[in-house]
């Protein structure tokens, strides 16, 4: 399976089903996720002390903000390495920017200089 971020919603129903007494494959095709995916959920949700005889009342905002929080970790610093060598770049890049350049071709020119970043990232920094 590809990669895709499961909703909150999606990770409640996991839990939901596996509560139930739906065993991991089971709830694996009834959710339509990896099963690595659904086991990593159960084993976050049991670390927050989640326990399988508890019922789905058990699964309270706070509990399902602690599954997300260990499932989905933010980055630390808001902004990953791509965007630090852009913000780098930032006077080369206005300054190109005011000259009327493309993007495209401000891309093409980070690259030669060494910073290679992904388009969409400069587009979003732009």
């Given at each position: 399976?590809?990669y895709r971020?499961?909703s909150?919603?999606?990770?409640?129903?996991v839990?939901?089903?596996w509560?139930?007494?739906?065993s991991?494959?089971?709830?694996?095709r009834?959710?339509?996720?990896?099963?690595k995916?659904v086991?990593?959920?159960?084993?976050?949700?049991?670390?927050?002390?989640?326990?399988?005889?508890?019922g789905?009342g058990?699964?309270?905002?706070e509990v399902l903000?602690a599954?997300?929080?260990?499932v989905r970790?933010?980055?630390?610093?808001?902004?990953g390495?791509?965007w630090?060598?852009?913000a780098a770049q930032?006077?080369?890049i206005?300054a190109?920017?005011?000259q009327?350049?493309?993007?495209?071709?401000?891309?093409?020119?980070l690259g030669?200089?060494?910073v290679v970043?992904p388009?969409?990232?400069?587009?979003?920094f732009a």
């Open positions: 399976m590809a971020e499961v909150v919603i999606e990770i409640k129903e839990l939901r089903l509560l139930a007494g739906h991991l494959r089971e709830v694996t009834l959710a339509g996720l990896d099963r995916t086991r990593r959920y159960v084993q976050a949700a049991q670390a927050a002390g989640v326990a399988r005889e508890g789905d058990q699964l309270t905002d903000g599954v997300v929080a260990v970790p933010d980055r630390p610093r808001g902004n390495a791509s630090e060598a852009i930032r006077e080369r206005q190109w920017l005011k009327d350049l493309t993007l495209a071709k401000i891309h093409m020119l030669r200089r060494g970043v388009y969409r990232t400069l587009h979003r």
